[in-house]
């Protein structure tokens, strides 16, 4: 019988259900996974436990007992570290919330506790989730398992890296650029961000609030569902959180993909590609057709000027969003001031300077630099208009096609440090996801191969503003149709 860590989603939660798998036996076999790896990988930057083995106990106790039970009916799940949990310490990845203790729980988090999920810890990631490759944090670089000399992706890379590993079976990230999804590719699970609006943004510590969206990471498709379901849904505390139906996404996953319309985008098999990833995803596209899908060719004209679009909009939001922490109201505040010498402008100056890394310095930068007067019109007004177009470009493409599939990446995972030394290399890591977060759209990587080294490849499916069903019912499909990678190595 496969160990705890290579099971599916699906059964684990039979053997639960089932009186065959206590919670408490299932959190322990996590705990002792992390570990036994965490020191390798590092992907948890925090463990907590005592409280998750608690929790365990009280589902098992409930269950024994004929008492109803919550959808992940005692599953461990890990929490991104911008994800707030009440008394426990969320620092983005940076010095500067390095003893920041939120006095609330994020929806997210209050979702999880209510569907008795079990919250092992929180997981390592870019610093403000600025960042493709999880080596900007403040508490260390996190390794890929599949193989430790290279990233595991980003921001998100602790979440990936973690259900690789089978740290846990279940996590939450957030996907500002690709953040979820091309971490998902370089580690071989699935990982999806939903519609802008589909999740409440409450308690995410903000990095780019029209583009910031938390969303699921899962061994499988059936368990990237489940955490979606579980985390979907109206609330009142974040008023870009839309009041749609949350539908029940595991259960419409034996739908027939006949009739299924898929687009392909030309120029996202250019230069830059890497041809063992372009194969890998052509074959997934193949497979899905093989199952009923028709498949045709459509225009994202305006897809080339992503990046741009988004290294305006993304750290001008930063550069608003990152001035509340001046070393007064909280965050890190330096030693370096005599009150009787310096100034409030020193004092912010060297807080700052000192609780921010370089990557996050860069970007305030960029985005202070977009929005001062002068520039305002000719950058920030100008990229916003484009977002328009690049958002209306999809909106034609869904009125021929139900799915745009194609890579999440344009390599897989590259080694730790390659990259950061050269900031465009790295950005441009994330061509093929940035364009759903612009238009506000759900996508969901999924594996569909490895390369001759052994390194997994993402598939990406897109799909129209909440058209999640669909999504994953194509997902599912991609899934059992397509090449087998096996378990992680963690090598």
Not at 50 to 55: G, I, R, S, T, V
Not at 452 to 477: D, H, K, R, W, Y
């Amino acid at each position: 019988m496969p160990e705890l860590y290579e099971q599916s989603t699906e059964s684990l939660l039979s053997a639960l259900n089932a009186g065959d798998l206590s919670s408490r036996t299932l959190t322990t076999a996590c705990l002792d996974r992390i570990d036994q790896l965490n020191k390798k990988l590092n992907a948890f930057v925090s463990v907590n436990a005592d409280a998750a083995l608690a929790k365990a106990d009280a589902v098992d106790k409930r269950r024994a007992t004929g008492q109803t039970i919550g959808l992940l009916q005692g599953l461990p799940v890990g929490v991104k570290d911008n994800i707030c949990q009440a008394g426990v310490a969320t620092t983005c990845g940076s010095r500067m919330l390095h003893n920041y203790c939120p006095p609330y729980d994020a929806h997210v988090v209050e979702q999880l506790n209510a569907e008795d999920g079990v919250i092992v810890g929180q997981l390592n990631m870019d610093e403000f989730a600025m960042g493709s490759s999880t080596e900007t944090s403040a508490s260390g670089v996190t390794r890929n398992p599949w193989n430790p000399e290279h990233s595991p992706g980003g921001s998100s890379g602790g979440a990936a890296a973690a259900v690789a590993a089978g740290m846990v079976p279940l996590a939450l990230g957030s996907d500002t650029g690709g953040s979820i999804r091309q971490p998902a590719s370089f580690c071989g699970v699935v990982g999806m961000k939903p519609t802008y609006g589909r999740v409440s943004r409450f308690g995410l510590v903000a990095f780019a609030s029209s583009l910031d969206q938390i969303g699921p990471f899962a061994r499988d498709v059936h368990g990237a569902a489940l955490l979606l379901q579980v985390i979907s849904g109206h609330d009142t505390r974040d008023t870009t959180s839309v009041d749609s139906v949350v539908a029940n996404y595991t259960g419409q996953f034996n739908q027939s993909l006949e009739g299924l319309r898929i687009g392909i985008v030309d120029e996202h098999y250019g230069e830059g590609l890497d041809d063992e990833v372009e194969a890998a995803v052509r074959r997934g596209i193949e497979r899905l057709e093989s199952a009923g899908a028709t498949v045709k060719s459509v225009k994202l004209p305006h897809a080339r000027y992503s990046v741009a679009t988004y290294y305006l909009i993304a750290p001008s939001e930063a550069s608003s969003n990152l001035a509340r922490y001046d070393g007064i109201h909280y965050g890190h505040r330096t030693e370096d001031f005599n009150s009787r010498n310096d100034g409030l402008i020193d004092l912010y100056c060297r807080s700052r300077g000192e609780g921010f890394g370089a990557e996050v310095k860069r970007r305030i930068m960029l985005g202070t630099y977009a929005l001062s007067a002068g520039y305002y019109d000719a950058y920030y007004l100008k990229a916003l208009k484009v977002r328009r177009r690049i958002r209306e470009d999809f909106d034609k493409a869904f009125a021929e096609v139900d799915i745009i599939a194609g890579p999440v990446a344009p390599t897989a995972a590259f080694r730790i440090g390659e990259k950061m030394n050269d900031p465009l290399a790295m950005y441009l890591s994330d061509i093929y996801t940035i364009s759903a977060n612009l238009a506000g759209i759900p996508g969901i990587s999924v594996p569909c191969g490895l390369t001759t080294n052994g390194l997994p490849i993402g598939l990406q499916l897109q799909a129209s503003t909440f058209s999640e069903t669909t999504l994953l019912q194509a997902a599912a499909m991609a899934e059992t149709s397509g090449d087998t990678i096996g378990v992680c190595p963690v090598a």
